[in-house]
């Protein structure tokens, strides 16, 4: 699967108050991403060759706050970099295991209204077997999770933003059924809709 650049359609960084940026795939479906949400993606991705990619976008676009960014790594040497720069500032580690280190991160704001504000990262341990972005958001089970943010851009697999301006759940994985449909309910929870077909197909994956 391959991953395009959004295209940028709306950008108020020249006028006097910059509300954010709005984003367009190859068939004009958009997503639009506030000036905060721009500012924390841009902090995380400054401290070393890394993405935030997964459901993060899906909150993005309803207007919600991240519960959590995911940061995932394109060597051992970028995670340590960053997992030391957190260590460093004396950001809060929350909890490990197998497969990430969470913290809860400072992120710097010039509004006083913003000022010692906290997000939650999980750095996500890298896989020999997802070692390219490519290879990574390929296992990702949905196809609206399959978007991340690198060096200032937005970059986006194929139907992913008509998917997430739809609701929609649209499984591109199915390795991991089980895990895919408790996914799913999590999903569902959050406003999202599976097809008849689509949970016709599933339901034939968790029976083989």
């Known amino acids: 699967m391959k991953f395009r650049k959004l295209c940028v359609v709306k950008e108020s960084i020249f006028s006097s108050v910059y509300d954010g940026v709005t984003l367009e795939d190859d068939k004009g479906y958009q997503i639009e991403i506030p000036k905060r949400q721009m500012e924390i993606l841009n902090f995380l991705t400054s401290k070393s060759n890394c993405y935030v990619a997964g459901g993060v976008f899906k909150d993005i676009l309803n207007g919600k706050t991240p519960r959590d960014y995911d940061l995932y790594f394109d060597s051992d040497t970028d995670y340590r ?19 990430c280190i969470a913290f809860r991160v400072r992120v710097p704001n010039n509004d006083p209204e913003l000022m010692g504000s906290f997000i939650q990262v999980e750095l996500i341990k890298l896989k020999k077997e997802h070692n390219t972005i490519e290879k990574n958001l390929n296992h ?38 089980l895990g895919t449909i408790n996914r799913v309910v999590k999903y569902t929870n959050y406003g999202f809709k599976l097809s008849n077909f689509q ?10």
């Open 81 to 99: 970099v960053t997992l030391n720069s957190f260590i460093k500032n004396g950001d809060e580690a929350l909890y490990e295991n197998q497969n």
């Open 140 to 177: 990702f089970d949905f196809s609206i999770c399959k978007i991340y943010y690198r060096w200032g851009c937005v970059y986006a697999a194929e139907g992913a933003l008509e998917d997430l301006q739809k609701k929609e759940i649209v499984i591109k994985n199915w390795s991991n059924p």
């Open 199 to 208: 949970f016709l197909k599933l339901w034939f994956h968790l029976s083989i």
